[in-house]
């Protein structure tokens, strides 16, 4: 798979996700995008895995690049996120007010760590391997 196709469909990812954000008011637009863009995602990872054996040159971690390191952190704490957002967000959908502040300050966070997730894949492509 081309790496621009992937890169293209990060991209995606993260505009739909933003999107997503913005319609927070509407319910469960909100869910079904995030939803959507969060299991669209884990298929992206997916891809790049059965074309790159990218988990196999990640754990290689001693002899990578450190950018590709430093990407690989940030993509699965970013996945580890989405656990925690489909986890508050259901608290929040079941009527738990309380655990609002936490789901947009969580929310926010994995915004953050999914365009830094975007960037970096830029730049861990773009150095040669060691
Ligand atoms: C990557 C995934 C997600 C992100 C980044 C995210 C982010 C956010 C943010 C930032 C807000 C607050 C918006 C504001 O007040 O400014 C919000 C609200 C909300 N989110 Fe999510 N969310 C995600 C996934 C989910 C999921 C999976 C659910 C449900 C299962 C959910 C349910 C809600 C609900 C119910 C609200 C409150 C809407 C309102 O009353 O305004 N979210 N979300």
Known sequence: MPTW???TQSFLIVALMIYGITQHKTRL???KIMSSAMIWDVILILQIELS???ILKASKAMGNPMLLN???SIAVTTVLFYGLMVWSGRKLLAGDQKVYNRH???GRTTMVLR???LATSFLAVAEPAA
């Open 5 to 7: 196709l992937m890169q």
């Open 29 to 31: 637009k909100h869910v």
């Open 52 to 54: 790159r054996s990218a």
């Open 70 to 72: 430093i990407h690989v």
């Open 104 to 106: 947009k300050l969580l």
């Open 115 to 117: 365009i830094l997730t």
